[in-house]
């Protein structure tokens, strides 16, 4: 390793001299400066002093170190980035490798000697080595959209591998038998995943794996034009073609068009991610797409996480799904009588389809394993194989399905109450970095001393009312008054109550704010109908706050979908009998925009709960249209709710399509002795405990949120929620 001596003995100093430079110290000349830096760059010196300077003072700094800027997908990931570390005060230096080896540890070095707080990277290839660097200066790094051996530290990439086998079943699933693929450098992860997802695809549907179709070359068009080139020379019969990325795509378009060869009446072409340029003049290209600014989003926080956290965290590696788009370039709608006549895309309609992209199972993944060794077990693979949920989330999560358990789950119903949990866990409690939920160790702790089976998260804009001026864009000024939250810092929140809750058995449930209650806040309004007369761009601001919260959604269930229990919407006025009444309001301006702002949750098949006031059959009959199959009525007491609805037969009728969530109000319980809550619980859950799909919700204390004040005996809460588990067993 280089010393300071070697540098001073090339720079023909004094390692005096040399320290000096290194320190910044003003009692040194131009020439000399120069010298010692140019020995220092030389030889890749990276100073001691630096090291520790890494290690006790901040820059604020945060390095991107990336293949190919020019790509479109790695520059919406370093916009993600970006955003990101602006949203936390950090600046980015991009560094572009173009994955050149050489180039790749000059960068390393430089932005070691340029004391980054942290470094994000895609490695050349596989081997987790060539940051060793990063790892003995104790840097924090995370690797992004590539997986690494020999690497215990954060990674966020996508699931190529998946998406590979649900391109190449695409075209299987239109005749295609000799499907060929271009890919990328094999030293390259994502460049194997997508061989391996190609190979399961074909081998699952029987079709011997031909190796002369697989193409390897570098994520470039040159490779794509060349290695299409080849493919035609070879006469193998091709009829479809994957191409790994867009820059190939965009190659193999190229050379096929200067072979007279047409797309897709003659050749089926498909790719992985987006052709912005080819995509805003006309819809062509059947993809699967990555969610490169999300991954960009990701990793920062990840990042932000690990140089934030006053203690160790352990290693996470993230993997987003994928989504496949269906567009024309695969031949979905090529007809017989087309096969000799031109067809003119750019006049052809846009008729796009999107499909979320679901992670291999158990028997995808032993299957992988015997035809793909190359590719190594994930944790995605370890967590599939560590058989099923706790014991405690399983018990809601089979109600959830309207599988009986051991007795009727539990789950708190809202914010928690700071008071009142600080009266149940016996210690000051603090609060979680939004400023909205309890910090999620007291949360958890408050949790296993109940027995509770699940928590909430809140995800929410707080949003206030604006002054009332009809001259300037309403949505314009709830943004400037009120900025969103940025998401990097909700997906911190999550992921914080998610690490919180690891090996406790416990579950996660996410709760968003919607848009109806949010509106009318905003412009002082408690009536829909009339506040649209009086604001007429108030469906202008629903749809931002709608686009909003599927955003933020999205984001959420892309990353931690498989965590979680299910979605619940919270919003008093969504479902208010005035609103509902009005079936032209509720039907063409409420529930298309709750179908819409649900869409990630229906796309990871995780269950939508809605908070209602009450419900009706047609109500239900509605909501189970859109994707709601969950009722949330937290502030109905169960003994209320098993008269008017379970005794009267509307919520038996509707017991295998949805679950209900209801609670007992502490409003019963708060003046009972310990012998009359007992009987009170016992009668209320009678008429449930054979009710598979019903789960009960416990509010945490009076007042709202984690700031409402608190003055209900603590022990008349303790004493229903353990009448709840003694009187809550499901019979069959």
């Not at 914010?415 to 149940?424: D, P, S």
């Not at 919700?697 to 709840?724: L, S």
Request: glycine fraction near 6%; charged fraction near 25%.
């Amino acid at each position: 390793m280089t010393t300071i001596r070697d540098v001073a003995k090339y720079a023909g100093v004094s390692p005096i001299t040399v320290s000096r430079v290194v320190n910044e110290s003003e009692n040194v000349n131009a020439e000399t400066r120069a010298k010692v830096e140019k020995a220092i760059e030389d030889l890749g010196y990276i100073p001691n002093l630096a090291a520790r300077s890494l290690r006790s003072k901040q820059t604020f700094t945060l390095a991107l170190i990336l293949p190919d800027i020019t790509s479109g997908f790695w520059t919406t990931v370093a916009r993600g980035v970006e955003d990101a570390a602006q949203g936390g005060s950090y600046s980015v230096f991009l560094c572009n490798t173009d994955e050149n080896p050489e180039k790749f540890t000059k960068y390393l070095n430089t932005v070691i000697r340029q004391r980054v707080d942290g470094v994000i990277v895609a490695p050349y290839s596989m081997n987790g080595q060539q940051l060793s660097q990063l790892s003995e200066m104790k840097i924090p790094t995370v690797v992004i959209d590539r997986r690494l051996n020999h690497w215990d530290g954060d990674m966020v990439y996508c699931d190529s591998i998946a998406g590979a086998q649900a391109l190449t079943q695409h075209l299987l699933s239109l005749g295609h038998k000799r499907i060929a693929i271009i890919s990328g450098p094999s030293a390259t992860s994502t460049a194997e995943d997508r061989v391996a997802g190609y190979c399961l695809a074909l081998h699952k549907a029987g079709i011997p794996i031909d190796e002369r179709l697989i193409l390897r070359g570098e994520y470039r068009e040159s490779s794509g034009i060349l290695l299409t080139r080849e493919l035609i020379r070879n006469s193998l019969k091709t009829t479809a073609l994957i191409a790994a990325n867009n820059t190939i795509a965009a190659g193999v378009l190229d050379e096929l068009k200067r072979h007279d060869i047409r797309v897709p009446e003659d050749m089926a072409v498909v790719a992985f991610d987006e052709m912005p340029e080819m995509e805003r003049r006309f819809p062509f290209m059947t993809n699967v797409t990555q969610p490169a600014y999300d991954m960009g989003v990701n990793a920062t926080q990840l990042m932000l996480s690990r140089i934030n956290a006053s203690g160790i965290l352990k290693s996470r590696e993230v993997i987003l799904p994928t989504r496949l788009i269906l567009r024309y370039s695969c031949g979905r709608f090529l007809k017989s009588d087309q096969a000799s006549s031109k067809i003119l895309y750019s006049l052809i309609p846009d008729i796009t389809e999107s499909q979320l992209i679901k992670p291999l199972d158990d028997a995808d993944r032993e299957l992988l394993l015997t035809i793909a060794p190359h590719v190594p077990g994930t944790s995605q693979q370890d967590e599939l194989k560590s058989g099923f949920a706790k014991p405690i989330k399983e018990r809601l999560s089979r109600a959830l399905q309207g599988k009986m358990s051991d007795r009727l789950p539990i789950m708190a119903n809202q914010a928690l109450n700071r008071a009142f949990i600080e009266q149940c866990i016996g210690h000051p409690v603090r609060l979680a970095s939004d400023g909205l939920n309890i910090l999620p160790e007291d949360a958890v702790e408050f949790a296993l001393k109940l027995g509770l089976d699940a928590l909430p998260c809140e995800i929410s804009w707080q949003l206030g009312a604006i002054d009332d001026d009809l001259s300037t864009d309403l949505s314009a000024r709830v943004r400037q008054a009120y900025p969103a939250p940025s998401l990097a810092a909700q997906i911190g929140v999550l992921e914080d109550l998610l690490t919180a809750v690891e090996n406790s058995g416990i579950g996660v449930y996410v709760r968003f704010n919607s848009f109806v209650e949010n509106a009318l806040r905003i412009v002082s309004e408690c009536d829909l109908g009339s506040a649209r007369k009086r604001h007429p761009d108030l469906d202008k601001l629903m749809d931002m706050l709608v686009k909003h919260h599927c955003r933020v959604m999205r984001a959420l269930c892309d990353r931690f979908g498989r965590d979680l229990l299910f979605i619940s919407i919270d919003d008093d006025a969504l479902t208010r009998p005035d609103l509902v009444d009005d079936l032209n309001l509720f039907e063409n301006s409420v529930l298309p925009r709750l179908a819409s702002m649900i869409i990630p949750a229906r796309e990871h098949g995780l269950p939508i709960a809605l908070n209602c006031k009450s419900f009706s059959n047609n109500l239900l009959s509605r909501l189970l249209e859109i994707g709601i199959n969950v009722i949330h009525l937290p502030s109905l007491d169960v003994k209320t709710l098993s008269k008017t609805h379970f005794e009267s037969g509307i919520a038996q009728e509707w017991s295998g399509k949805m679950a209900f969530i209801g609670g007992i109000s502490l409003d019963y319980v708060a003046d009972l002795s310990t012998e009359e809550i007992d009987g009170h619980v016992d009668q209320a859950l009678a008429a449930l405990s054979n009710q598979p799909r019903f789960i009960i919700g416990v509010d945490a204390g009076y007042g709202t949120g984690i700031t409402g004040k608190n003055d209900f005996p603590i022990r008349n809460f303790t004493t229903m929620v353990r009448a709840i588990q003694k009187y809550g067993s499901v019979k069959a």
